[in-house]
């Protein structure tokens, strides 16, 4: 950050002791009595010089090619009287557990319709390192290849390879396990992404587009999932309980590049990202772990002050990308009310109407109550918050990759038009949030018979959900 500024600073200085410069020169030239041709001639090449400097310093762009939605196979089809039943075969759940985890089912904003993989329908679960890899590959080499598919490039072609997978770093790596699947080239950029939970997949779209700036002509996947079965819990601690029955299976895989004749093929471009962090604060940092239970059971905990401190994050992240992407006028009346509020306590801060700016919202998927929340805090409508809440009711909470299954159903319901503007927020344990801001490129239509929602996406919005 120090860097940055002081960059910054030079950059601004530099740029003020040319402006003097130049004023300089034409003033010698004016107290020299030159003819007007020299004037000319001076201007003429200065304004070449600045448009030069124009089209050189211009970033690059960074566009979206397209995504694949991972949709499990019926026989990983778990409804709540299956897991009920599964769970209370498993030895280690007592009864107040198991009434526990009925009663979370039946209020999380799930159907019967979500999935969870093989090796937690055993009885008892299977959770060690080679059904944690089979999960692993099941779930990602389908997005990797049906995505690869739709864009006709090879998996030689990636220059680029982001993984995050919050729970599960097994050692060679993911990343390395996709590299080897595929035979992808020696000098190909690998990264892992591990513990940053719900918010890694906005956060991975913020690396690949930093990594993209430096590198000319590449081509980035991202790959976004959550391995379940290293994340059971079999001990009876309430609040490490919950991720048993709120995550379900679900991955994603994006194409990034920055070759320029992309654009027309692409479906959107990255418009602006916005990380927040609050890890230096102990109570967020504390809010969301993984640890051993008084038996020594591994699990992750969810305290009860959660939900409030992800609503800090959350506001903050909000606020950093309300001033780059709102309007003159909705910021003007944000700062009057800002204002105002330092005279008049009680009078409340003006909420900015971000659909002047933004067509479209995905939303972290953590529950009906964190959704409808979010949605009061933005102004945002039922429709507004339609693609979360039935994201939530079919495929359940699916960690990172949420987001994308959100923005698969609004393309399904052909609602993204060119020029729209898409905003995916993710917010995750750490505590951290991450904003990605899309503009869609091209008219998106016939994609209800593709992608996770073929062949039901008719049947939403349903009620009451």
């Known amino acids: ?29 004016i107290h020299q009595r030159f003819k007007p ?10 304004a070449i010089i600045l448009l030069l400097q124009f089209y050189l310093s211009k970033p690059s762009v960074t566009y979206l090619v397209d995504f ?10 778990v409804p709540f009287s299956s897991f009920l039943e599964n769970s209370s075969l498993v030895e280690t759940f007592d009864s107040e557990s198991m009434a526990f985890m009925s009663k979370v089912l ?33 779930v990602l080499f389908p997005v990797i290849e049906n995505l690869l598919s739709k864009v006709q490039i090879s998996p030689q072609d990636i220059d680029i390879l982001i ?19 595929y035979s992808m080239k020696s000098d190909i950029k690998n990264f892992n992404l591990s513990g940053m939970g719900c918010s890694a997949s906005a956060l991975a779209i913020d690396m690949a587009q930093a990594l993209l700036k430096t590198q000319k002509d590449s081509d980035a996947l ?32 994006v194409l990034l590049t920055n070759k320029k004749q992309a654009k027309r093929s692409s479906k959107y471009k990255v418009v602006r990202t916005v990380r927040t962090n609050k890890a230096f604060d102990d109570k967020a940092y504390n809010s969301g772990m993984r640890e051993e239970d008084s038996n020594g059971k591994l699990g992750v905990t969810l305290n009860r002050d959660l939900l409030q401190i992800a609503g800090e994050t959350l506001r903050a992240n909000i606020t950093s990308l309300s001033f780059k992407i709102l309007p003159f006028r909705e910021l003007f009346w944000l700062g009057v009310s800002v204002i105002k509020k330092g005279f008049i306590k009680n009078s409340c801060i003006y909420v900015p109407n971000f659909k002047a700016a933004v067509q479209h919202f995905c939303l972290p998927v953590s529950g009906r109550p964190v959704i409808r929340e979010i949605a009061k805090n933005l102004k945002l409508g039922e429709r507004d918050i339609e693609a979360a809440l039935m994201t939530l009711h079919r495929f359940g909470n699916q960690s990172s990759s949420s987001l994308w299954y959100e923005l698969a159903y609004m393309e399904a319901k052909e609602r993204v038009k060119k020029g729209d503007k898409v905003w995916l927020i993710g917010a995750g344990t750490g505590s951290k949030c991450g904003s990605v801001i899309l503009q869609c490129l091209r008219p998106i239509v016939r994609e209800s018979n593709k992608g996770p929602w073929a062949g039901c996406v008719e049947e939403y919005p349903v009620m009451n959900s």
């Open 106 to 138: 039946t209020c999380s904003g799930q159907s019967e319709e979500t999935y969870l993989p093989p090796a937690l329908q055993y009885i008892p679960p299977k959770t060690n390192q080679q059904e944690s890899i089979k999960e692993a590959q099941m």
């Open 37 to 46: 041709i020299c004037h000319f001639f001076y201007f003429t090449c200065l």
């Open 1 to 29: 950050m120090l860097s940055d500024h002081l960059h910054s600073t030079l950059y601004e200085t530099l740029k003020f002791l040319i402006l003097i410069l130049v004023t300089a020169i034409e003033a010698f030239l």
């Open 68 to 77: 694949s939605c991972y949709k499990p196979p019926c026989f990983c089809r």
């Open 163 to 181: 993984i995050n997978c919050s729970g599960f770093c097994p050692s060679p790596s993911l990343s390395s396990i996709i590299i080897n699947k």
């Open 222 to 253: 991202v790959l976004s999932t959550e391995i379940l079965s290293t994340g059971w819990y079999s001990g009876n601690e309430k609040p490490k309980l919950l991720l048993n029955c709120l995550f379900r299976m679900g991955s994603v895989a």
